[in-house]
């Protein structure tokens, strides 16, 4: 697998997760990496996405601003999405993805992309 996601689960609403994206076949600092959701029924939407290199720049989808947090840590080949007051509708299956050269919301800009792994927020 190029990438593997981790951290997901079982959460209250208003409580924390934070999920892990770790790269195993290419070098990270090269990538943009975006963060994404999928619920039942629904089409997979940007949440998050972090510029290459240093990942100076940041996008977050208006649900999740203010609550969400995207950082990367190229020495260890891995980027986090810490996730904070969390709400029902958050429920979904969250996926990383690498890209060189993005638009944060394009999913067909991505060439890489993770398994998934499933968060779930009950009320």
């Known amino acids: 697998l190029d990438f593997v996601e981790s951290g997901g689960g079982s959460v209250q609403a208003g409580g924390s997760l934070r999920l892990s994206c770790a790269a195993s076949a290419f070098t990270l600092d090269d990538y943009a990496i975006g963060w994404f959701r999928q619920a039942p029924g629904k089409e997979r939407e940007a949440v998050s996405c972090?510029?290459?290199?240093?990942?100076?720049?940041?996008y977050y989808a208006d649900s999740v601003s203010g609550r969400f947090a995207i950082s990367r840590d190229n020495a260890k080949k891995t980027v986090y999405l810490q996730m904070t007051n969390m709400k029902p509708e958050g429920t979904a299956v969250y996926y990383c993805?690498?890209?060189?050269?993005?638009?944060?919301?394009?999913?067909?800009?991505?060439?890489?992309w993770g398994q998934g792994t499933q968060v779930t927020v009950s009320s």
């Open positions: 972090i510029s290459s290199d240093d990942g100076s720049s940041t």
């Open positions: 993805a690498a890209g060189r050269t993005v638009e944060a919301t394009i999913l067909l800009d991505y060439e890489y």
